[in-house]
C-alpha cells in the first residue's frame, strides 16, 4: 500500500518517532481494519473520502495531537478503551495499580469488594478491576462531567455498568454515605506533576492532555496531602489505599505519610523498569 509508505515517510519527516507503526494504526482506522488486515488488503486502492479523513488525521498528528485522541482508542489492561481529548490517555505503567488491587482483594478475601476510584478519567483503573473481581463493587468519582460521559460509555461497552457508579465531585467528598468507613480499597492516580515542569513537557501531553488531570501544584504533592487526611474516614477497619506517584515522589509522599499518621503498612511499588511507580499502605487501628 502506497499510502502507508507514504504517511511513514511525512511523519518520519515531521519528527514523529515509530511513524511506522503510527501510519498502520491511522490507516487501520479509517479502513476500519486491524493491523493485519491491512497486510491482507494490501493492494487495496483508498477512496478520496477515505484519503481526505487521512490527510486530516495527518495534519492533526503532526501538530502534537495524541494519536490517541485522533483514533480514540487506547487499550489498557487488554481492553479497549475509547478516550478523547476530555480524559488523560491510560498509560501501561498505571497498570500496576490494577496488579496491587486485585493482590490485596486476593489476599483480605473480601466477599464483595467495595472499592472507590478516584479520579477516573476514561474509566480505565475502575473497569478493569471490576471485570477482573465479579463481585466488586466500584464507585468511580471524577471533577469532570465530559470524563465521566466517556467512562460511563466504556463501562457500558464492558458490560460492567450495573457494578460502577460514577460520582461526580472533588476527591472524597462524595456523599456522607460515603464517610462511614464502608471502603475496602480507596485506588487513584492522581494528578502529580510539578506545576512549573509542565511547560517542559512534550508537546502531546502538556499541549493536547487535560491540565486538569496532570497539575499536581507546586511541588506535585497536593493530591497526596488531601488523600492522607481524607481517606482514612472512608476506609473501613484495615482498608487499603493505592496511589499512583511520579517516580521521584516516593521517599516525599512516604514522608508525608508518616507525618500524617493514619496508615500502616506503607510501602512504595516500583513498576517494571524499576522506576517507583505507587504507594499502598493499609489504614492504621484506632
Ligand atoms: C492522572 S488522571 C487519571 C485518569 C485515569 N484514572 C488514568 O489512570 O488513566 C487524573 C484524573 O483526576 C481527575 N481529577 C483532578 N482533580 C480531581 C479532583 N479534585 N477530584 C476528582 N477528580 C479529579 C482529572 O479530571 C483526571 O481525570
Redesign the pocket.
Same mark, same amino acid.
Given at each position: 500500500m502506497r499510502v502507508l509508505d507514504w504517511t511513514q515517510k511525512y511523519l518520519q519527516e515531521k519528527g514523529i518517532s515509530g511513524a511506522r507503526l503510527e501510519s498502520e494504526l491511522l490507516l487501520s482506522q479509517i479502513l476500519e481494519l486491524d493491523r493485519v488486515g491491512l497486510y491482507l488488503n494490501y493492494d487495496m486502492a483508498l477512496s478520496s473520502n477515505e484519503l481526505s479523513r487521512l490527510r486530516g488525521f495527518i495534519q492533526r498528528r503532526i501538530k502534537g495531537e495524541p494519536l490517541q485522541y485522533i483514533t480514540e482508542h487506547q487499550e489498557f489492561w487488554s481492553i479497549p478503551f475509547k478516550v478523547g481529548p476530555q480524559?488523560?490517555i =491510560?498509560?501501561p505503567e498505571?497498570e500496576i495499580l490494577v496488579e496491587e488491587a486485585l493482590r490485596v482483594i486476593e489476599l483480605e478475601r473480601w466477599d464483595e469488594p467495595r472499592i472507590v476510584?478516584?479520579?477516573?478519567?476514561?474509566g480505565?483503573?475502575a473497569i478493569s478491576i471490576a471485570k477482573s473481581v465479579p463481585s466488586a463493587r466500584v464507585m468511580a468519582?471524577?471533577?469532570?462531567w465530559e470524563?465521566i460521559a466517556l467512562a460511563r460509555e466504556n463501562a457500558t461497552t464492558q458490560d460492567v455498568s450495573s457494578r460502577i457508579f460514577f460520582v461526580r465531585?472533588?476527591?472524597l467528598s462524595f456523599g456522607k454515605a460515603g464517610k462511614t468507613g464502608r471502603w475496602n480499597l480507596i485506588i487513584s492516580? =492522581?494528578?502529580y506533576i510539578k506545576r512549573g515542569d509542565i511547560g517542559s513537557l512534550q508537546r502531546e501531553i502538556r499541549d493536547f492532555e487535560?491540565r486538569?488531570?496532570?497539575d499536581g501544584g507546586i511541588d506535585g504533592l497536593d493530591f497526596y496531602r488531601r488523600f492522607f487526611v481524607d481517606a482514612p474516614p472512608c476506609l473501613g477497619k484495615e482498608g487499603w489505599l493505592i496511589l499512583e506517584i511520579g517516580a521521584d515522589q516516593g521517599e516525599d509522599v512516604l514522608q508525608m505519610m508518616e507525618q500524617l499518621g493514619g496508615f500502616k503498612e506503607r510501602r512504595i511499588v516500583s513498576d517494571y523498569s524499576g522506576k517507583s511507580r505507587a504507594i499502598i499502605a493499609q489504614k492504621a487501628g484506632q
Open positions: 480524559v488523560l =491510560p498509560r498505571t476510584e478516584v479520579g477516573t478519567g476514561c480505565a483503573i468519582t471524577e471533577l469532570s470524563a465531585g472533588d476527591l492516580n =492522581p494528578p487535560p486538569e488531570a496532570i
